[in-house]
């Protein structure tokens, strides 16, 4: 296995006003992002992760059952088995962040993982859930209407070109889950996300790369672009990146523009940097027991 590996994010705006049906939201996003993937691939990308919920609009402004119906199984729903189809045809591995449907009416903010080969390796559900109010029209981050809090733990993928771990978007205000995907392997972690200008943008290019250096690993996070209608309660300010373990940015996307962003990842830095920062050497578990028996 080489030790660079290429990487590749997809950034893009949602065209569809959110009072169409769901199904022409789905089959919109599903044929755009079906495009940006094959872009990706033809640009060498070998590990390739798209936005939080990327088929749809980031519906969790309101609160209104229709979207329920958006929800599918994993990995037995169609989105999932396509993307398989997919990933096997390019050869390469897919973050597939989708909104999951469990048995009749439990519902997660997932992301499965595909092999290159189009294997379904497992999935990974956002653990942290807001619930938050933007401005003052009534719109916010409204997401306990839709998700139950990921009952999976953090795992690791052992895909065909690296260890992968996976954190969802709000997720990333929370360094114990990024630490125990390093504790478990992780060499990058990705963070499909939807976030807004006004509210987030300030931490955006400050926490990951702090979770990058405290880890040793590479980060990976995503955001969409754009307004939204009919809400339009913020910008998607974009700006996806790469990170290094060493807090640099290997690569950056437009603020407003559709895009696929590549970047390498080069296992010999995370090798590097693990020796001489020994972070997980000297930490002291032992002693964080305080953490989970102290309450708010």
């Given at each position: 296995?080489?030790?660079?590996?290429?990487?590749?994010?997809?950034?893009?705006?949602?065209?569809?006003?959110?009072?169409e049906?769901?199904?022409?939201?789905?089959?919109?996003?599903?044929?755009?992002?079906?495009?940006?993937?094959?872009?990706?691939?033809?640009?060498?990308?070998?590990?390739?992760?798209?936005?939080?919920?990327?088929?749809?609009?980031?519906?969790?402004?309101?609160?209104?059952?229709?979207?329920?119906?958006?929800?599918?199984?994993i990995?037995?729903?169609p989105t999932?088995?396509?993307?398989?189809?997919?990933?096997?045809?390019?050869?390469?591995?897919?973050?597939l962040?989708?909104?999951?449907?469990?048995?009749?009416?439990?519902?997660y903010?997932?992301a499965?993982?595909?092999?290159?080969?189009?294997?379904?390796?497992?999935?990974?559900?956002?653990?942290?859930?807001?619930?938050v109010?933007?401005?003052?029209?009534?719109?916010?981050?409204?997401?306990?209407?839709?998700?139950?809090?990921?009952?999976?733990?953090?795992?690791?993928?052992?895909?065909?070109?690296?260890?992968?771990?996976?954190?969802?978007?709000?997720?990333?205000?929370?360094?114990?889950?990024?630490?125990?995907?390093?504790?478990?392997?992780a060499?990058?972690?990705?963070?499909?996300?939807?976030?807004?200008?006004?509210?987030s943008?300030?931490?955006?290019?400050?926490?990951?790369?702090?979770?990058?250096?405290?880890?040793g690993?590479?980060?990976?996070?995503?955001?969409?672009?754009?307004y939204?209608?009919?809400?339009?309660?913020?910008?998607?300010?974009?700006?996806?990146?790469?990170?290094?373990?060493?807090?640099?940015?290997v690569?950056?996307?437009?603020?407003?523009?559709?895009?696929?962003?590549?970047?390498?990842?080069?296992?010999?830095?995370?090798?590097?940097?693990?020796?001489?920062?020994?972070?997980?050497?000297?930490?002291?578990?032992?002693?964080?027991?305080?953490?989970?028996?102290?309450?708010?």
């Amino acid at each position: 296995m080489s030790d660079k590996v290429k990487i590749g994010l997809i950034q893009a705006s949602h065209d569809v006003d959110g009072s169409e049906p769901v199904e022409v939201h789905k089959e919109e996003s599903i044929k755009k992002h079906i495009q940006l993937v094959r872009d990706a691939a033809k640009k060498g990308a070998q590990i390739i992760c798209l936005q939080e919920i990327f088929y749809g609009p980031y519906f969790c402004s309101e609160q209104n059952p229709k979207w329920y119906d958006s929800a599918e199984e994993i990995p037995n729903g169609p989105t999932t088995k396509r993307f398989q189809d997919l990933a096997k045809e390019l050869n390469v591995v897919i973050v597939l962040p989708i909104y999951e449907r469990e048995g009749i009416a439990t519902y997660y903010n997932t992301a499965a993982v595909i092999d290159a080969d189009g294997s379904y390796l497992g999935k990974y559900r956002k653990q942290h859930i807001p619930h938050v109010a933007v401005g003052t029209e009534g719109y916010g981050f409204w997401e306990k209407y839709y998700f139950k809090p990921g009952n999976l733990g953090y795992p690791v993928f052992d895909t065909a070109y690296a260890k992968v771990g996976v954190y969802i978007c709000y997720d990333r205000h929370f360094p114990e889950g990024a630490r125990l995907l390093g504790l478990k392997g992780a060499e990058v972690v990705f963070n499909p996300s939807a976030t807004v200008a006004g509210l987030s943008e300030y931490l955006w290019k400050l926490e990951q790369p702090a979770h990058a250096v405290a880890n040793g690993y590479y980060l990976g996070a995503i955001n969409r672009v754009g307004y939204e209608g009919p809400w339009k309660m913020g910008e998607f300010y974009g700006q996806s990146y790469l990170v290094d373990p060493r807090g640099g940015f290997v690569s950056i996307g437009s603020r407003d523009k559709d895009e696929v962003i590549i970047g390498e990842m080069d296992k010999k830095m995370i090798r590097e940097v693990r020796d001489t920062w020994q972070f997980y050497r000297d930490r002291r578990p032992e002693t964080y027991n305080e953490m989970t028996a102290l309450l708010p």
